[in-house]
């Protein structure tokens, strides 16, 4: 069985990452700890709509997003089963502070540097997508859309 996902990684203007700490419920995988915003696709959903949606539900915002990567995990349940994920990683700039977001899901919003994101574990498997997005964002390859400039 395949699973889809997927993940948010929102950079501000000093190229921090938004970070969500997961509820403190024991029956949600991974409870207290610090992930990229994002969720299961939906049947009949594609995953841009799915990024999309796991924005506005969990943060009440969405960003001009494009897809920087796709890769296959494993997850294991709470029941010890193991399922196939299939992940979709998008990138895009937050253009907000974290008081102007509406946080529906978890229980804290934070921006980190690359600093902040070596000291945790992120949830999911997801420690080193931060890091290889950092690296990508110093050596100049900025993965972020950029707007169309006018004028």
Same mark, same amino acid.
Do not use: C
């Given at each position: 069985m395949m699973v889809s996902t997927v993940a948010a990684i929102l950079t501000d203007s000093f190229g921090?990452?938004?970070?969500?700490?997961r509820d403190d419920k024991p029956e949600i995988s991974f409870p207290n700890l610090w992930t990229l915003p994002g969720g299961k696709v939906e049947e009949g959903e594609v995953p841009h709509a799915a990024i999309l949606r796991?924005?506005?539900e969990e943060i009440g915002w969405s960003a001009p997003l494009q897809l920087w990567k796709i890769y296959q995990r494993? $997850?294991?349940?709470a029941g010890g089963s193991t399922v196939a994920v299939l992940q /979709?990683?998008?990138s895009g700039p937050l253009d907000?502070?974290?008081?102007q977001l509406r946080m529906g899901e978890g229980q804290d919003l934070q921006l980190m540097d690359q600093r902040d994101v070596n000291r945790m574990a992120l949830a999911f498997g997801f420690d080193a997508l931060p890091q290889e997005f950092f690296t $990508?964002?110093?050596r100049g390859r900025?993965?972020?859309?950029?707007?169309? /400039?006018t004028g």
């Amino acid at each position: 069985m395949m699973v889809s996902t997927v993940a948010a990684i929102l950079t501000d203007s000093f190229g921090r990452v938004l970070l969500q700490q997961r509820d403190d419920k024991p029956e949600i995988s991974f409870p207290n700890l610090w992930t990229l915003p994002g969720g299961k696709v939906e049947e009949g959903e594609v995953p841009h709509a799915a990024i999309l949606r796991e924005l506005a539900e969990e943060i009440g915002w969405s960003a001009p997003l494009q897809l920087w990567k796709i890769y296959q995990r494993a $997850s294991i349940r709470a029941g010890g089963s193991t399922v196939a994920v299939l992940q /979709h990683i998008y990138s895009g700039p937050l253009d907000r502070t974290i008081a102007q977001l509406r946080m529906g899901e978890g229980q804290d919003l934070q921006l980190m540097d690359q600093r902040d994101v070596n000291r945790m574990a992120l949830a999911f498997g997801f420690d080193a997508l931060p890091q290889e997005f950092f690296t $990508s964002f110093h050596r100049g390859r900025d993965p972020r859309p950029r707007e169309p /400039h006018t004028g």
